[in-house]
């Protein structure tokens, strides 16, 4: 592990390409001294990790304001609980989609910059997220292969992960995850600062104007490469461990755990400030 000093913010690489654990008091982080070298250190590794760091709700929230702009929940709450039990979250059975590769808001225009979880309860057996980096898998693809990767489009829905954990869904159900909506994104996102990254995950449905069969070879092969082991970062949780991603350079899942296991995740987001483009 290599230790490097960062603005003052000490931090320690995880893994070469992606992961960076902070070792940043409670105090510190919530007295936004540190918020542009986070932002920094988020964009450049992918997922920050904060071990133990025991942040209430409330202190949670003051931290995610220090980095950005909170972005509320649908029902107007800053803080979301991350469970598949129904009996903690009514709309637990939304979040099924998240045990396989995705990234937040592909439904939107402008997707969350980024996700901040702690963890409250675990699960005694799965229950780990899994991250990869899509900047890192996009540099090290050959140059031929991105030359003809970009300018394709990818159409993405919600219902397109619907089958991924419910195969023979009922009709009410798919129209009810066909009524979130669709939308075509770019394969390859340009982002502003001139980095690129994989646009990929489980509701991108087909690339347009290919085959069906052609289609889905390209985007299992891109998924298969940019969650190979060099790419990625698996988090086993302790509880009070806070963990934030860049939801524009990354994907995530969950690994399945047993929803009756109590498993509790509490969530703040930063808003998006750049669109798919
Ligand atoms: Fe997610």
């Given at each position: 592990m290599n230790a490097a000093i960062h603005e003052t913010l000490m931090a320690t690489?995880?893994?070469?390409?992606?992961?960076?654990?902070?070792h940043l008091g409670k105090d510190a982080l919530l007295s936004g001294v540190y918020a542009t070298g986070l932002r920094e250190l988020l964009e450049r590794r992918g997922v920050l990790v904060f071990p133990l760091i025991r942040l209430s709700d409330?202190?949670?929230?003051?931290?995610?304001?220090?980095?950005?702009?909170?972005?509320?929940?649908?029902?107007?709450?800053?803080?979301?609980?991350?469970?598949?039990?129904?009996?903690?979250?009514?709309?637990?059975?939304?979040?099924?989609?998240?045990?396989?590769?995705?990234?937040?808001?592909?439904?939107?225009?402008?997707?969350?910059?980024a996700s901040?979880?702690?963890?409250?309860?675990?699960?005694?057996?799965?229950?780990?997220?899994?991250?990869?980096?899509?900047?890192?898998?996009?540099?090290?693809?050959?140059?031929?292969?991105?030359?003809?990767?970009?300018?394709?489009?990818?159409?993405?829905?919600?219902?397109?992960s619907l089958f991924y954990y419910d195969p023979e869904p009922t009709l009410a159900k798919t129209k009810e995850m066909m009524s979130i909506g669709e939308q075509e994104l770019p394969l390859v996102w340009r982002h502003r600062s001139g980095r690129k990254s994989l646009v990929l995950g489980c509701t991108a449905h087909h690339v347009l104007g290919m085959s069906a069969r052609e289609s889905t070879e390209l985007l299992v092969r891109l998924r298969e490469w940019a969650t190979q082991p060099q790419f990625s970062y698996r988090h086993t949780w302790s509880v009070g461990d806070m963990v934030?991603?860049?939801?524009?350079?990354?994907?995530?899942?969950?690994?399945?755990?047993?929803?009756?296991?109590?498993r509790m995740l509490h969530?703040?987001?930063?808003?998006?400030?750049?669109p798919f483009e």
């Open positions: 690489e995880l893994t070469p390409l992606i992961g960076s654990a902070v409330e202190e949670q929230v003051r931290f995610t304001n220090t980095l950005g702009t909170l972005a509320p929940e649908m029902d107007g709450e800053p803080t979301y609980k991350v469970t598949l039990d129904t009996r903690a979250n009514a709309r637990a059975d939304y979040l099924k989609g998240s045990l396989y590769w995705h990234l937040d808001g592909t439904m939107n225009k402008v997707p969350i910059l901040i979880l702690s963890s409250k309860v675990l699960s005694p057996t799965g229950g780990d997220t899994d991250f990869c980096n899509t900047y890192a898998a996009w540099d090290a693809l050959p140059e031929e292969e991105q030359q003809k990767l970009e300018g394709l489009r990818v159409m993405h829905s919600a219902w397109t934030m991603w860049d939801n524009t350079g990354t994907m995530h899942r969950a690994t399945p755990y047993d929803p009756a296991s109590g969530r703040t987001k930063l808003q998006g400030e750049e």
